[in-house]
C-alpha cells in the first residue's frame, strides 16, 4: 500500500470533521493521524461507510508523509483485519485471506476504496455521537462514555467471529 507512504489528504465535509475531532477545545484526538488509524475499525463496527466528499469550499486537512510512514504499520493493520472480517463485502472466506496477506501489498483499488469508506464512516459516527451532539464538557464526557459502551456493544462481531481463525492465521 504504497498510497500511505505519502501525505494523505481528508477532503470536503470529513476534512472539517476531521478538524473539529481534533480541535484543541473540543476535539478527543492530538493528531489527525489518530483520527485516520481509529477511523476504520469504528466504520468497520457500526456498520458505517461514507463516500468521498469533495467540497472544494472546505480546505483539506492533510497527515504528513512522515506521520504517515511511522504509523503505517498500525494503519496495514487494520487494513488485513478489515479484509479478513467484512463478509459483507466478501462472503468467501479464501478470497477474503487473499486480500489480507497476499493483495494487501497491491490491493485492487475496489478494496482501498473500501477501506476508505470505513475510515470515512468512522469519521462520521465520531462526529456525530461526541462531537456534534455536545454543547459542554459535561457533555462531552458523557457523549464519549457513552460511544465506548456502544462500541464495546457493537465490537462483539469482531470478538466473537466464527469464520476465521485468526490466531491460527497469524502463526503460520
Given at each position: 500500500?504504497?498510497?500511505?507512504?505519502?501525505?494523505?489528504?481528508?477532503?470536503?465535509?470529513?476534512?472539517?470533521?476531521?478538524?473539529?475531532?481534533?480541535?484543541?477545545?473540543?476535539?478527543?484526538?492530538?493528531?489527525?493521524?489518530?483520527?485516520?488509524?481509529?477511523?476504520?475499525?469504528?466504520?468497520?463496527?457500526?456498520?458505517?461507510?461514507?463516500?468521498?466528499?469533495?467540497?472544494?469550499?472546505?480546505?483539506?486537512?492533510?497527515?504528513?508523509a512522515?506521520?504517515?510512514?511511522?504509523?503505517?504499520?498500525?494503519?496495514?493493520?487494520?487494513?488485513r483485519l478489515?479484509?479478513?472480517?467484512?463478509?459483507?463485502?466478501?462472503?468467501?472466506e479464501?478470497k477474503r485471506?487473499?486480500?489480507?496477506?497476499?493483495?494487501?501489498?497491491?490491493?485492487?483499488?475496489?478494496?482501498?476504496?473500501?477501506?476508505?469508506?470505513?475510515?470515512?464512516?468512522?469519521?462520521?459516527?465520531?462526529?456525530?455521537?461526541?462531537?456534534?451532539?455536545?454543547?459542554?464538557?459535561?457533555?462531552?464526557?458523557?457523549k464519549?462514555?457513552?460511544?465506548?459502551?456502544?462500541?464495546?456493544?457493537?465490537?462483539?462481531?469482531?470478538?466473537?467471529?466464527?469464520?476465521?481463525?485468526?490466531?491460527?492465521?497469524?502463526q503460520d
Amino acid at each position: 500500500m504504497e498510497k500511505y507512504n505519502n501525505e494523505y489528504f481528508f477532503t470536503g465535509i470529513h476534512a472539517q470533521k476531521v478538524k473539529d475531532l481534533t480541535d484543541a477545545d473540543k476535539g478527543i484526538f492530538q493528531r489527525n493521524v489518530d483520527v485516520f488509524l481509529s477511523a476504520p475499525l469504528i466504520g468497520f463496527v457500526f456498520g458505517k461507510k461514507s463516500d468521498k466528499n469533495n467540497d472544494s469550499t472546505i480546505n483539506r486537512v492533510a497527515i504528513n508523509a512522515q506521520q504517515m510512514i511511522s504509523n503505517k504499520k498500525e494503519a496495514l493493520f487494520n487494513y488485513r483485519l478489515i479484509m479478513l472480517l467484512d463478509g459483507e463485502n466478501e462472503n468467501n472466506e479464501a478470497k477474503r485471506i487473499k486480500k489480507a496477506f497476499e493483495e494487501y501489498f497491491d490491493p485492487l483499488e475496489k478494496d482501498e476504496n473500501l477501506f476508505e469508506s470505513y475510515i470515512r464512516g468512522g469519521i462520521d459516527i465520531l462526529h456525530e455521537r461526541i462531537i456534534s451532539s455536545a454543547n459542554s464538557s459535561e457533555d462531552y464526557i458523557f457523549k464519549l462514555y457513552e460511544f465506548l459502551s456502544d462500541f464495546e456493544k457493537n465490537s462483539e462481531k469482531i470478538k466473537s467471529y466464527k469464520g476465521l481463525d485468526i490466531l491460527a492465521l497469524a502463526q503460520d
